[in-house]
């Protein structure tokens, strides 16, 4: 008997630096509040789109043209998305994938980021910045989820790969990259604390 896999979808971990990440992130974190503190249209737009948090999604999401640190950020970035690439076999026909979009997003207790994608773009990706013990992860979605036609649930002790939803951790200074048509969300912030990411966007048209 043979079994194949096919379809697979594939997300990518890493730590995004060998040495350093410590320092870095104190760095972006003070970066992060502070453009919260500043961003007065921002916080208009989260209390709209964001309830109880901070995005700089709907005001500043180009954060890569206009701060040398997450300029740094996106140099860190270049390597693993380069992997990323060989690791799906895409073909970019000599183009080259580009940063089009970074924003920040602070979460704290009780905010909830819900079950989305990254429309006009081809990958997408987290890096964590400030992570408390106990604040959520990041939960992807089986992209066949609506033609599971009459599908007895998995078994309790089955593989992650075969189960309708798939959890990573938030770890600081870990950073995870995939497909832009992946769904995804973090669920309730439980912990009486911030949780601190940066989210980008790269196109290759």
């Given amino acids: 008997m043979t079994l194949h896999k096919l379809f697979p979808t594939i997300v990518y971990s890493a730590a995004l630096q060998r040495a350093g990440a410590a320092a870095f992130n104190r760095q972006l974190l003070k970066e992060c509040r502070q453009l919260r503190h500043d961003d007065a249209a921002g916080r208009r737009w989260s209390t ?42 895409w073909d970019l026909e ?38 408390p013990a106990g604040t959520p992860g990041i939960k992807f979605e089986d992209p066949r989820l609506d033609r599971f036609m009459a599908a007895p649930p998995r078994k309790s002790t089955a593989r992650r790969e075969t189960l309708p939803w798939g959890t990573f951790p938030a770890v600081p200074g870990q950073l995870l990259l995939f497909e832009s048509w992946l769904r995804h969300e973090v669920v309730p912030n439980r912990i009486d604390a911030e949780r601190v990411s940066v989210s980008f966007n790269y196109n290759w048209f």
Avoid at 77 to 88: I, M, P, Y
Wanted: hydrophobic share 35%; net charge positive.
């Fill in 48 to 89: 709209k789109n964001y309830p109880g948090g901070y995005t700089s999604y709907g005001s500043v999401h180009w954060l890569q043209r206009i701060s040398p640190t997450f300029k740094t950020l996106q140099r860190k970035l270049e390597r693993h998305v380069k992997a990323f690439a060989d690791a799906v076999e």
């Fill in 94 to 131: 000599g183009r080259e994938l580009k940063m089009t979009d970074c924003w920040i997003n602070i979460m704290p207790k009780h905010v909830v980021h819900g079950l989305h994608l990254h429309p006009l773009s081809t990958l997408s990706g987290t890096y964590y910045v400030h992570v």
